[in-house]
């Protein structure tokens, strides 16, 4: 069973850092492309930034310049370093991996980390 698992969200003043982590379970292999969405009530999830297989990285214009994605493929792990954090930024984070297992090919969810930017 695939599994994902993020980290690294919380409470943290307008201006300040946050490094989200999302580790995939070794069930997962021939990693696809690998991002970050957010997501706040009521409106639909958007893509934060990804990274394409061959290492091609894609940023929502809101976060260019300030949040770097990065990943650890032999690690399964796929990194969101945000910087210069605005009170826009408030959302519930998910990572979001594509790739093979036991099962066929796929794309799966983590379950979620909050960021909360106070102003």
């Known amino acids: 069973q695939v599994q994902l698992v993020e980290s690294g969200g919380g409470l943290v003043q307008a201006g300040g850092s946050l490094r989200l982590s999302c580790v995939a379970s070794k069930s997962i292999f021939s990693l696809n492309a690998m991002g970050w969405y957010r997501q706040v009530p009521g409106k639909q999830r958007e893509l934060v930034a990804r990274?394409?297989?061959?290492?091609?990285?894609n940023y929502s214009d809101s976060v260019k310049g300030r949040f770097t994605l990065s990943r650890d493929s032999a690690k399964n792990t796929v990194y969101l370093q945000m910087n210069n954090l605005k009170p826009e930024d408030t959302a519930v984070y998910y990572c979001n991996i594509g790739g093979l297992s036991s099962s066929g090919p796929g794309r799966y969810w983590g379950q979620g980390t909050q960021v909360t930017v106070s102003s």
């Open positions: 990274i394409t297989k061959g290492g091609t990285t």
